[in-house]
């Protein structure tokens, strides 16, 4: 068996230790003599894992009691629409920061159930910062301020938590969940795909604040109406209970880890060494301002183009795969999640150097 440094940026690497319990509990999961896939969604089984994965998830992010945790489907994506539903609350309209192709894709959905403003937009420069909070325009009767904290195809990481005062602030944190301790209470909503930083696609992580749900738009399905989901401890209906286990599995080998603020420090050091390498040459090029640079996904470009197809064959050669940038922005990108190893990222500087060495 021979795996690979694997820099997708979704479904992307998952932590080996838990890939390898996930292999030695298929068969015959703790004396069930089943796998977690055969297992009743009511039995007292999986009701243990879902338990402890939402204990789990609010000890990492420390989620103050009054937020409620569910477990959902229908991907990011689906929270696109799911959010204004449920959030709306009677009001005409919800701001937008425009920072990339994924915020372009939550506003386009948005614009189905309410008026857009788009507050604050990177376009102007290609969308390789997060616009300052003193430029943005917002509306105090908006419903919500939505933001997207990491733009995962530009490598634009907000640093910062947007301050909106009374107008709750949403999320799509997709592909930097977990990456770093997280302030939870400035938040009204939180989202996620699980297939970026948590788990298997297929699951949809949602903190929301109590106080905010319990008015969905009457033709809210069921189970994408969050107070109707938070009443049933997300399960009106079958929950993708095999990604809801291997999520458990790595909240708890986080937590072995010693936590998200041991994580952030890891991740620190994984993106400054990408970030330096870039930085130290002529030959490479990173197009986001230094200070919104994500540490999750760090696109960058060969000077010469040319080369990217030599680059990425290379590259594969070593072991080092899924470098090829989003067709969006071309050129490459380095996912680097909470799963990539250090020694991952080191073979990587590794080869960029060697190859500018033999190409530069
Ligand atoms: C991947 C991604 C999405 C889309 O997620 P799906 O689970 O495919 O719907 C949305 N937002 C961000 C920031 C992403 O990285």
Same mark, same amino acid.
């Given at each position: 068996m021979t795996r690979v440094y694997n820099f997708s940026a979704g479904p992307a690497v998952l932590p080996e230790p838990v890939l390898r319990q996930a292999a030695d509990e298929m068969l015959d999961w703790r004396g069930s003599g089943m796998s977690v896939m055969e297992m009743s969604h009511r039995g007292k089984e999986f009701i243990a894992i879902h338990a402890q994965a939402e204990a789990d998830l609010r000890e990492l992010l420390a989620v103050p009691k009054s937020y409620k945790v569910l477990f959902l489907q229908g991907g990011a994506a689906g929270q696109f629409a799911i959010v204004p539903m449920n959030l709306? %609350?009677? %009001? &005409?309209s919800a701001d937008y920061v425009h920072t990339g192709y994924w915020s372009k894709k939550a506003i386009t959905e948005a614009k189905r159930y309410c008026k857009v403003n788009i *507050?604050?937009?990177?376009e102007d420069a290609g969308f390789t910062y997060a616009p300052k909070q003193d430029t943005w325009k917002l509306d105090r009767e908006a419903a919500y301020v939505h933001i997207t904290s990491n733009e995962t195809i530009e490598g634009v990481e907000f640093h910062w938590i947007p301050e909106t005062d009374d107008v709750p602030l949403v999320t799509d *944190?997709?592909?930097?969940?977990?990456s770093r301790p997280l302030d939870v209470g400035r938040f009204g909503l939180i989202y996620a795909g *699980?297939? &970026?930083?948590? !788990?298997? *696609?297929?699951l949809t992580i949602v903190i929301v604040r109590e106080d905010l749900i319990g008015q969905a738009l009457p033709q809210t399905p069921s189970v994408f109406d969050y107070k109707v989901q938070a009443g049933a401890d997300s399960m009106i209906n079958t929950p993708p209970t095999y990604a809801l286990y291997v999520a458990g599995l790595v909240f708890r080998w986080l937590k072995e880890l010693g936590g998200l603020a041991k994580m952030e420090a890891i991740n620190v050091a994984k993106a400054r060494l990408v970030y330096d390498c870039l930085d130290q040459t002529e030959f490479y090029h990173s197009p986001v301002a230094k200070e919104d640079r994500s540490r999750m996904n760090i696109p960058f470009q060969l000077r010469n183009g040319r080369l990217d197809e030599e680059f990425l064959k290379q590259a594969r050669g070593c !072991?080092?795969?899924?470098?090829k940038g989003h067709r969006a922005v071309g050129g490459m990108r380095a996912s680097i999640y909470n799963a990539m190893p250090m020694e991952g990222v080191k073979a990587l500087v590794e080869f960029m150097r060697e190859f500018e060495r033999q190409h530069g």
């Open positions: 709306l %609350r009677g %009001r &005409k *507050a604050a937009s990177s *944190a997709s592909s930097h969940i977990l *699980a297939q &970026k930083n948590i !788990g298997p *696609a297929g !072991g080092l795969t899924q470098l």
